[in-house]
Structure formats: structure tokens, C-alpha cells
């Protein structure tokens, strides 16, 4: 069993949809990352999470420490969101090394 | 408009060469990581260098690859020789983590080397 697990593994949307991608581990945790992986390869990082909710514009990321789950969530979906996400957590002795998850494949459609 | 710079973006390269690949990361970040990507095994962990020093390269294979950071603006992993099973996108990433309150910033990530060797 994978430490970080993401679901779902793909998913298509409509423009203007609301989207979650989720993210599971097992393993306790100093920081959750969200990452974005555009289809030209370059990784962005969206937010870094140890408790609560963030929202940056359309993106709100949420984590529940004693659940051991994160969600990201993508208001008004839109064609250019399409995208890799990836769940990365940085353990609590693992200093500041990142185990990733296997990432979401998300594809809007206008 | 600080960014982690890679190079080369893009290299191919044969058999048993020697492959070189350089990270600058933000100036002033003291955490830089080395990651490579293939589709099968997605992200993975390299190695990592905290003001210079590393401290993490059990992700490497040791025969072959060597992760070096001969001063604190400049990053290298060297491959050598190269085979055809390290082909993949080779990340860096840097980032800053204060030591004392146990802090740190997210990680920033450069575009990538894409290495194939044939």
C-alpha cells in the first residue's frame, strides 16, 4: 500500500463544474503539498497545508490531520485547469524529503 | 522574478556517456532537491542538499549517479555512465526550511531536464 494514495486517478469535467481530487496517507505528517503539473512538465507548487483550509482564486485546498486526508477543490472549473495534480506529504521523520502520490489526471472540456 | 533554472532543458544522450545536469536554485532558499519522474514510478526523491550539505541521497543509485553542490547558487547530478533506464525528466527543486522552528517554505520546482539516452 502506497503511503500517499490519490482518487481518482483521472477525471474528466465540463467547464464550470466543481471539482474535489483527494488524497489519503498513512503515515503522520509535518505538511501536505499540492502540485501542479501542466502537460508541458513544469511543476507548480499550489499550496503546502498542516491544518485547516487555503484558498488561492478558484482553489481551496482542506486537510483533516486526524483523518489523514486532504481534499482540493477546483470552483468553475475551466479548460486550463487541465492538468496533472499531485498529493505530496512531507512526513514528520522524514525531514524534508516528499513522498508523492501517483496523481490525478484531470481533464476540463469547454 | 525568482525561479529554480534547469539545464539543459533537453538532452540526448547514448549509452555510457556522461550526463551532467545543473540546477540554480532561488537565491537564498538553503533546501535543494534532486527528483526524477518516469511514468512508471511517477515522482521520486533523488537526493537533497540543506545549505549544501546532503542530506538525504538513499533515492540514488550510488555506482552511477552523484549529486554535488559546489557552491550554494549551483546544483549538479551527474550520471555516468548513462543507460537507457535513466531516461526520464530529472527535477530540482528548492526551497527554504528554517531549522529552529521546524518551518518551511513549499518547494519550488524547475521546468525539468528531459533526459533520453539511447
Known amino acids: 500500500k502506497n503511503e500517499v494514495e490519490q482518487s481518482p486517478q483521472n477525471l474528466t469535467a465540463q467547464e464550470g463544474e466543481f471539482i474535489t481530487i483527494n488524497c489519503s496517507y498513512s503515515v503522520g505528517i509535518s505538511a501536505l503539498h499540492w502540485l501542479q503539473q501542466h502537460p508541458g512538465g513544469g511543476i507548480v507548487s499550489l499550496f503546502m497545508l498542516s491544518s485547516g483550509k487555503k484558498k488561492h482564486g478558484r482553489l481551496i485546498a482542506t486537510i483533516n490531520i486526524q483523518e489523514k486526508h486532504s481534499s482540493l477543490h477546483i470552483t468553475a472549473s475551466h479548460p486550463r485547469d487541465s492538468a496533472v495534480y499531485i498529493c505530496a506529504v512531507r512526513s514528520e521523520t522524514s525531514g524534508s524529503r516528499l513522498t508523492f502520490g501517483e496523481g490525478t489526471q484531470l481533464t476540463v472540456n469547454p | 522574478d525568482a525561479r529554480v533554472t534547469q539545464t539543459p532543458r533537453h538532452k540526448v544522450t547514448e549509452m555510457g556517456q556522461e550526463v551532467t545536469m545543473r540546477c540554480q536554485p532561488i537565491?537564498?532558499?538553503?533546501?535543494v532537491f534532486w527528483y526524477r519522474q518516469t511514468m512508471m514510478q511517477g515522482l521520486e526523491l533523488l537526493a537533497y542538499f540543506r545549505n549544501r550539505a546532503p542530506l538525504d541521497d538513499s533515492g540514488m543509485p550510488k555506482d552511477r549517479f552523484s549529486a554535488e553542490m559546489p557552491d550554494a547558487t549551483l546544483a549538479t547530478l551527474k550520471i555516468q555512465p548513462s543507460e537507457p533506464r535513466d531516461s526520464a525528466v530529472y527535477f530540482c527543486?528548492?526551497?527554504?526550511?528554517?531549522?529552529?522552528?521546524?518551518?518551511?517554505?513549499?518547494?519550488?520546482f524547475g521546468q525539468g531536464t528531459r533526459l533520453t539516452v539511447v
Open positions: 527543486a528548492s526551497g527554504l526550511v528554517f531549522l529552529d522552528r521546524g518551518l518551511g517554505t513549499e518547494a519550488f
Open positions: 537565491l537564498g532558499h538553503n533546501t
